[in-house]
T-cell receptor
């Protein structure tokens, strides 16, 4: 079945450091790929998405490119801020399944001043 | 963006009692809502798809009689954990999708602790 694998956290970085959170997936067909962010005490929010191979999703300085050849959707940011501290979830949706999402295990990011 | 709200945000109950969690779409109508369960330091696991006016569709391994889902209106879905036990303690999250969009919006989650 479809699945998503994320790197384990927590990831601890200093402010302005470069961030990469790895995400790989297994899926039949052509899923859409998403990154969600969960700030402390809040619900999940969509950070960015890509719907087809080679698409690049971007938002708030974060980027991720849909790589079909490596079945990956790694999240990157060139310079993190303390306010980026949160849990990040990679997810995929099979368009044929009414937008049901399958999530990775989440990666906690802690950015220190 | 669209707003999805859950209530209560946290609840503590005694073993054997039933607990109801509400999920509301505040500024749009949702024919479909989704219920997830999140264990500590783990991912969200889809429990069921709630369909307005019809029976919910449960994922494999989820007990239908234990987790009762009712989607009586286009803005409200409820999850009732019946005869709760400590192993039901978890973080329950709902999501909904506005019509004609591809984006899901999530509630803040409801933390259930069963003593």
């Amino acid at each position: 079945g479809n699945s998503v694998t994320q790197m384990e956290g927590p990831v601890t970085l200093s402010e302005e450091a470069f961030l990469t959170i790895n995400c790989t997936y297994t899926a039949t067909g052509y899923p859409s790929l998403f990154w969600y962010v969960q700030y402390p005490g809040e619900g999940l929010q969509l950070l960015l998405k890509a719907t087809k191979a080679d698409d690049k999703g971007s938002n708030k300085g974060f980027e991720a490119t849909y790589r079909k050849e490596t079945t990956s959707f790694h999240l990157e940011k060139g310079s993190v801020q303390v306010s980026d501290s949160a849990v990040y979830f990679c997810a995929l949706s099979d368009q044929g399944s009414s937008y049901k999402l399958i999530f990775g295990s989440g990666t906690r990011l802690l950015v220190r001043p | 963006g669209a707003v999805v709200s859950q209530h209560p945000s946290w609840v503590i109950c005694k073993s054997g009692t039933s607990v109801k969690i509400e999920c509301r779409s505040l500024d749009f109508q949702a024919t479909t809502m989704f219920w997830y369960r999140q264990f500590p330091k783990q991912s969200l696991m889809l429990m069921a798809t709630s369909n307005e006016g019809s029976k919910a569709t449960y994922e494999q391994g989820v007990e239908k009689d234990k987790f009762l889902i009712n989607h009586a209106s286009l803005t409200l879905s409820t999850l009732t954990v019946t005869s709760a036990h400590p192993e039901d303690s978890s973080f329950y999250i709902c999501s909904a999708r506005p019509p004609n969009t591809g984006e899901l919006f999530f509630g803040e989650g409801s933390r259930l602790t069963v003593l």
